[in-house]
């Protein structure tokens, strides 16, 4: 049986003005996951074009409240959109108030920053040399020499709407290779 292609535009519609389960406020001007908030600082936001055709382009996918493999249907007051990275991590069950209750306490913000807190951890990185690190961060010795010795990452999980960006991990090891050695050789008469 063929899978029926569902119009974000439809799920949009169907709760832009409804009050929902999993506490999202839906800006249709300005598209974002509705489970953890990310947006993307104005690229998809409706300026000059529809807010539906503006949606349509984020890189939000359809997620089902409760899966067809569970009973769910096409419907979309079964239907959210969300983040690739949410709807990867979503919990995946017949019980609706499961997902809304993960939803409402999803924030892009939160993973980010422990996701920076893991590459500092990774690097070696402790709070005293934070500071330290921001301010080479600022100096423009230091972002030619990054451009000269980074590349960009195309994700392996698949397309995620974002192209080719530099990783966290990336950055971080740069950052501590260039204190404790590049910088370091500098200082040294």
Not at 99 to 109: A, D, E, F, K
Not at 120 to 125: A, K, Q, R
Not at 139 to 158: A, C, D, I, R
Request: charged residues 20%; contains cysteine; proline residues 5%.
């Amino acid at each position: 049986m063929k899978r029926k292609v569902i119009d974000i535009g439809e799920v949009v519609e169907y709760w832009r003005d409804k009050p929902n389960s999993f506490g999202t406020f839906i800006d249709v001007n300005e598209p974002t996951c509705w489970s953890c908030g990310q947006f993307w600082e104005g690229r998809y936001d409706a300026v000059g074009s529809t807010y539906l055709s503006c949606w349509r382009k984020a890189p939000l996918q359809i997620c089902h409240v409760i899966p067809k493999s569970l009973g769910g249907n096409e419907h979309p007051n079964n239907l959210v959109l969300m983040c690739k990275e949410c709807h990867d991590l979503a919990p995946n069950t017949s019980f609706p108030e499961i997902l809304y209750r993960w939803m409402s306490q999803q924030c892009y913000l939160k993973r980010l920053i422990v996701k920076l807190e893991l590459a500092l951890s990774d690097f070696d990185i402790t709070i005293d040399e934070i500071r330290q690190l921001i301010n080479i961060l600022q100096t423009p010795e230091f972002k030619e020499w990054v451009k000269k010795h980074s590349g960009l990452h195309w994700p392996q999980s698949g397309y995620s709407g974002l192209g080719n960006k530099m990783t966290l991990s990336t950055y971080v090891g740069l950052i501590k290779y260039y204190s404790s050695r590049v910088q370091l050789q500098k200082e040294v008469p």
